[in-house]
């Protein structure tokens, strides 16, 4: 049995107001994600699923076309916790070194990751990834997640209709902006770059 307490929000819901309001966050964390974990406690029911971590579920169910729906909502736990995480209200932390030396500058990397975000058509994620010794932008679709393709998540962004439409409506592109430019937790991409 999996519970919303176990993943919890790092800040207050309406700590990233204005760039996410409190409606989104409340609605994004307390609804969608308790649903995944509802959804997915209902499906590890009496399987041997029940006793097992999240990470293995997610290694385990991967690519199995009938547990394709408990892939799905282990994997939505991980990368909506990882999302949550991304992200810090009034953050100061500079962009890592390494990013700038990878992708030429701050800028250019914010360009990459917004081109990438504004392309992905229907549901899904863009994350920085290590892949090998580089460093990725790629698109997700759906669920997907890349602790199954063997990358190492270092930032996601969350471009469901769901992460922003209450707050930009139709225009994905300023709500990728508002993430790039105030919301990114910069500590956070650190340590995950240092692992
Ligand atoms: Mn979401």
New binding site residues.
Partial sequence: MFTLAQFPLPYATDALAPYISAETIET?HGK??AGYIDNLNKLIANTPYESVSLMDIIQESAGKSDEQKIFNNAA?VY??DF?FHGMCPKCTAEIPDEIIEQFGSAENFKKQFKDAATSVFGSGYTWLVRDGDVLRIINTMNADTPIVHNMKPILNL?V?E??YYLDYKNKRANFIDAFLDNLVNWNFVAENLKQ
């Fill in positions: 994004h969608h994600v939505q990368n909506h999302f969350d469901w769901h992460a």
